[in-house]
Structures are given as C-alpha cells and as structure tokens.
DNA sequence: GCAGATACCTGACTAAAGTCAGATATCATG
DNA sequence: CATGATATCTGACTTTAGTCAGGTATCTGC
C-alpha cells in the first residue's frame, strides 16, 4: 500500500457519503419521509411478507405498522393476510404505488446515468464500483442454479470466453449465439450454477450430463473483482452435491495450463489428474473426481 | 460497458449505503446525537468559522446555534468572536473536545483497517476507491503551493518516478533521498505546486528558477485515478501564472515521447518545440514558451 | 386442548432534526 | 451616518424516527 492508504480508505468515506446522502434525500423529492420511501422501495424490490421488509430495514414493529398504515391511507399499498399463516400479513403496492415505485427507480437510475456520463473513464469506473461493492457485500453472495440460457448466464459466459481469449497462447473462440453445450448443462441430465451478488451474476460453473455416471464440470467462472472470496471453491462444492443427487458417479473436467489458479483450485479440492479424454484443441490438463 | 452498467451502478450504490449508514451510526456508540458528533468533526478537521462549518454540513443557523450552545455545555467546543468580524464567531475544540475528537478518528481508523485487513487485494481495492472518491469530488479537488521535501509532495514524486521507470523504455532512477533539485523548487527561486483532493495529494508539478529570466517546469504528474479531470492543465496554468508572478519570462521543459498524453499537453498549452537544451539521458523532447 | 412462542397492532411516550419568524449586533458602502 | 446586507441567536413550532409496554390473534409442539 502506498501513501496512507487509511487516508485513502477514508476519503473514500467522507466522498461517498457526500453522494449516498444526496442520494438518500434524494427520495425525498417526491415529498415523502425516507422511511415511507424505504418501504415503498423494499416491496416493489420483491418483498413481500410485512417481516421481512421489517428485518430488512431494521424497523421496530410499531413504526412498521405505522408506515405501512400510513402508505395504505395514501393509496400505495394494500395489505392482505398471508395465505399460509394468519398471523403474517403481506404487503404488495397498488397500481398508484407500482407507478410510485417506478418514479423512484427513474430518479435512481437517471442518477446513475448522470454519474457515469460525466465519468471520463465509465469503464473503469464501474469495474471500481464492482470491486468495491462486492467487497463489502462479499458475505451475502449465493449460489443459485439457473438456465445457461438466462441474461445473466450469458454475462458470465461472455466474459469467461473473452477472458479465455486473453489468457490462451492460442486464444479461444466458440460460436456464442448457439452454444452447442447449453442443452446438456439443464435438468435432468446436468445444471448451472451462478453466484449472484445483490441480483447481478459475478460467477457460474456449469455440469455437462450424457444421461449416464460420468457428467463434465465446465465453464468455471469468477468475476475479477470477486476473486479471493473462496467463491469458485464455493461453486465447485455445489456443482459436486448438485452432481451427487444426480446420481453422477464420476466427474471430469478440462482446463489449460495458462489458468494456474484453476490447476491449483481443482488439484486441492482431490481432484486426480488423468490422460486425456477428449480431442477439445484448447486444454491440455485433465482431471477426474470420483464421487 | 457490460453487462447492466446502471444495475452495476446501483448495486455500487446500495452496498456502500448500507456500509456508510453503519459508519455513520458507529459515532452514536459515544453517546452523542448524530448532529453533534457531526460539528465535533468538522471542527476537528480544521473548519473554524461557524459559517463554514454551517455551510459543510448543510445546517439552519438556528439548529447550528444550538448544537453549538449544547457542545460548550458538554465542555468540548469554546467560541469566541470572529478578530477580523465582529458579526462571526470562531468555534475550537477544548482539550476536553480535541480527546473526544481523537476518539471518533480511532473509531473511523479501526473501522477502516478492519475493512482492509478483509479484502483479499487491499492494493487494488484501494486504487478502486480512490478512483470513485476521486471521480466523485472531482470538483472539489484544489491546487495548493507546498514544499517539494513535504510528506505529500514526496509521495507524488516517489509515484512520479515508479511511472517514469515503468514506462520509460530506459527505465529511470532518482536518488530519492537527497533529491538534487528539491531545493531550487522553494520560493523564491521556484516553487512547487500539489493538487490535492480531500485532504490527499493527487498530482504536482514544480517550477525549478536558478534565479534568472529562464526557469524550467519539472515533475509534472497525475494520480492515475485522478486523470481526465483536467488536473494536468490546471496544474500548467497555475505554474505559468506563479512563473509570470516571479517575473519569470521564458520556461522550458523537457519530456520523453513514451510520454505521448504529455506531448499532446504541451502543444496544446501553446508550447514550442525547441533543440535539446540539456544532456540529460532522460528526454527527448524539449519545449519552450515565452511569457 | 394448552403453554409458550410469534406476528402484528395500538397508545403513549421521547429524542432528534429541521423550520421559521423575528431580534440583535455588526459590517460595507455610498 | 443612513441603509441594506450579513451572522448569529432565541423562541416557538412541526415532522420524523424510534422506543416500550401492553393487547389480540394465531401458530407449534407436546
């Protein structure tokens, strides 16, 4: 670290504040206290039992009734009780309030266009962000399975090939409108996995199934500025319980020497080296788990 | 940009919220309103005039008065009248105060260690928030005169240097420790120039006088996160008009063309290409403009 | 069916922050 | 020195946020 990097740590601090209070108030607007719009914003986000919204935000039962009765009195929100539990209620925003919420979404994002526009290197920029928005939400990163042929799948694949590109002596190239693979990386014969860290994709690993005991680990994936939380261990720990209740008996997978840190991942997670079992012209190691 | 730059942005945005609101909150742990802990701060970090701090955190004179009146009750903060304007009033921190005031930087200073000592690149999450404090505050970053031998002056060379020795086909070397022409950058030969950015140099250029009618402008450097702001022309403008100041009527500089951002500047700033004016190994360009 | 836990609601509070209309003293300027 | 601007202070508010002690209805596990 160079010149007083706790300095550093703490004019970041102090500037971010500045910017995340404007944006707070900024709420404020469309002349709404902050806790109203908080609830307005953590029920069109998604959540909808009257608890969670409360967990979420870190309100007092009393104050959370208050808000919603208030919101409720305004039009925004209608409440209803939870289908499963009587004692629950859940809460969910009426046309006025979907429309309210969207206003809230517009001052959001035109916020962040505005920011980024006048940013000289947007690019950097956001790869600064990520860094740090991951580090410091690093523990509520989850792995989730998903379709290979989702967005955010199609993010991670993306960048896995261009990273791919980068990194190979003989670069890579694979025909992205029609992966040839996506097909065998779904249920029943196979899966994928994304780690998602607050809704955007920073990660995936994909099991590539024929129907019989031996399935193909592939496409193991790890955002840049996520690298160092242990998360492509995390994956691989997943796709390996995923491949287990498959009733996959043998895993396999193939990788390139110029991905060190793969090697070494896979290597220390008990994988055993093996010949090689396919004609692919990219890797030139392969490995084998028995499960 | 990839993937969702805006949903990138806002997850930026929603991760720092949530860690900058347990920042600000962690000055309640002493007892002591938000507001308060707020002036106590500011004071601390060198704002004096009650107007100023009034205006810096955004308060009525009414909620200021009193925040005031209630820290002096506490013992911390003492005011006395303005010596220049009868109408202000001057605000410092009683020992008792500068105690308390110590306490809250502890607190900021663990808390940021803590965070550093979590992330598995700390370098490279430092550089990242520098980049998004810096684009942050850019209009907030000042050009001030200081010694060349201060602490922050040396950072910026000591950076200056590393870039020259990475980017110069030749390398570079300097020996720092007794830099030979620190002394001719001090007034009232030369002078040297710091812009600084929340408290912290980011980029600096000198002006090096041997008393004469011709003096050279040296070290001109800009902090990677800091550059696209326009800081490199700032900084050239204000070192020509403390030339001109100095009665000063010819400058030179030389530069090297792996330095091509440089080359452009200077042409740009009205700069002529001259003949080589020293033998120094270093450059290969050398420019000359007459005041 | 009963005890204890859980989810939400209500009423009665307090603390903190912010607003606004004067009052007072001082300064800058013609 | 008169006039208007400026800086701070005071008193009287309101709004927002948060706390706490009960109260009602419901669920879970025995």
Known sequence: MTFDSIARFRRFARAVTAEVG???????GRSRPLGAARVVNAIGAG??????????????????????????????????????DARRRVARLT????????????LSDARASAMLARAPRADELLRAMDLVALTLGRDRIAIAEADPRSGAARACLEAYYAELARRLATGFNVTLSCDPEAEAMVRPRGMFLLAMADGLPVGCVGLKGSGGPVAEVKRLWIDPAARGF?????????????????????????TNSALPEALALYRKAGWVEIDRFNDDPYPDHFFEKVL
Do not use: N, W
Request: no cysteine; charged share 30%.
């Open 47 to 84: 959540r909808t039992d009257v608890a969670e919204i409360r967990a979420y935000l870190g309100l007092d039962s009393g104050l959370m009734s208050r808000l919603l009765r208030s919101l409720e009195e305004e039009g925004l929100v209608a409440t209803e009780p939870h289908p499963a």
């Open 230 to 254: 242990g998360l492509a261990r995390r994956l691989m720990a997943a796709v390996e319980a995923a491949a287990r209740e498959l009733s996959i008996a043998v895993l396999r997978l193939d």
């Open 22 to 28: 404007a944006l707070d108030t900024s709420f404020l």
């Open 95 to 106: 046309e006025a309030g979907q429309r309210e919420f969207s206003a809230y979404e517009e």
